[in-house]
């Protein structure tokens, strides 16, 4: 019996057959099996039944950093669209991991809420943004998370606090500890002028229009930046800027986004960005940290 058919059996939530490509914001990847889980419950019983059959899983948000190959994926990926809940109780929201962060972001600006314009460009779900720690503009989901509801390789639903999720740049404990799986976030933010708000918001979507290349897909920033260092700039100086390998191409506009010009393959977006790395460790002994996770 198929996998697809004993996941259906389960009944536990919707399950496809998929082409990665559309569900990653660099569309690329092949094929692979998809479950949704209905609610927690579920959640248990499909990871239960993963574990006991030695299947490989991955939990996907908005695939919005995430590089797989083209020659598929042969496990089987799990998302949390039904963990959508919202509960706004004036400064303090609960949301569900599957909700989208930006979408969540647009709607407290715009109720005058402060501390999340950071989030208002990262097109993450809330459990992914957690996860990765992301953030914009010297701020990140550390300053804004005060605790989240997870779910325990043992299968309790415990809260994890914001000292213990190990908040620093781009990493959290659930990148440390991925068998913990976020289910939901309780997030607090200040009131403030909402004019104010907007004004950033606008100003900062404006300049993200003029540099970064938003009409391709991409994933954002590839490489953190070395201290003191931007890694636009090292690549610039390699001579890499509108360097391409098949499909896969350094931006133009910026040259630490690696843009998708419309048939790259994952494998070429990796060896792009394995290539890059070794050339800047060669000229300039710096070791560039890679912001986007590579799914074998």
Not at 76 to 84: A, P, S, T, Y
Not at 247 to 256: F, I, P, Q, R, T
Request: aromatic share 10%.
């Amino acid at each position: 019996m198929s996998i697809l058919k004993k996941l259906k059996d389960l009944k536990c939530g919707k399950v496809e057959t998929i082409k990665l490509k559309d569900y990653t914001t660099y569309r690329v990847g092949g094929m692979t099996t998809l479950i949704s889980p209905k609610n927690t419950e579920c959640l248990i019983t499909i990871l239960k039944f993963l574990r006991a059959n030695e299947i490989k899983y991955k939990i996907l948000g908005n695939g919005s950093n995430l590089i797989f190959n083209n020659s598929g994926y042969d496990g089987v990926v799990i998302k949390l669209d039904e963990f959508n809940s919202l509960d706004i109780k004036g400064n303090v929201i609960k949301v569900g991991a599957g909700y989208s962060l930006m979408k969540l972001a647009l709607k407290m600006c715009r109720s005058g809420y402060t501390g999340i314009e950071f989030a208002t460009g990262i097109p993450g779900t809330i459990g992914g943004a957690v996860y990765m720690n992301a953030g914009a503009y010297k701020s990140d989901m550390g300053y804004i998370v005060r605790s989240i509801k997870v779910l325990t390789p043992d299968y309790e639903i415990k809260t994890l606090y914001n000292k213990e999720l190990d908040f620093h740049y781009r990493t959290s404990f659930l990148q440390k500890n991925p068998e913990y799986i976020c289910l939901e976030a309780t997030i607090v933010l200040r009131k403030g002028d909402k004019d104010l708000i907007m004004e950033i918001v606008n100003e900062r979507k404006e300049r993200r229009i003029e540099t970064q290349p938003l009409e391709y897909p991409s994933a954002g920033s590839v490489f953190r930046n070395p201290e003191g260092d931007f890694a636009g700039r090292l690549i610039e100086e390699i001579g890499y800027k509108g360097y391409s390998i098949g499909g896969a191409k350094v931006s133009e506009k910026h040259a630490n986004f690696i843009i998708n010009t419309g048939d790259a393959t994952g494998e070429e977006i990796k060896e792009l960005i394995e290539e890059i790395r070794k050339k800047i460790k060669d000229k300039y002994d710096i070791e560039l940290k890679v912001e986007q996770e590579f799914v074998e």
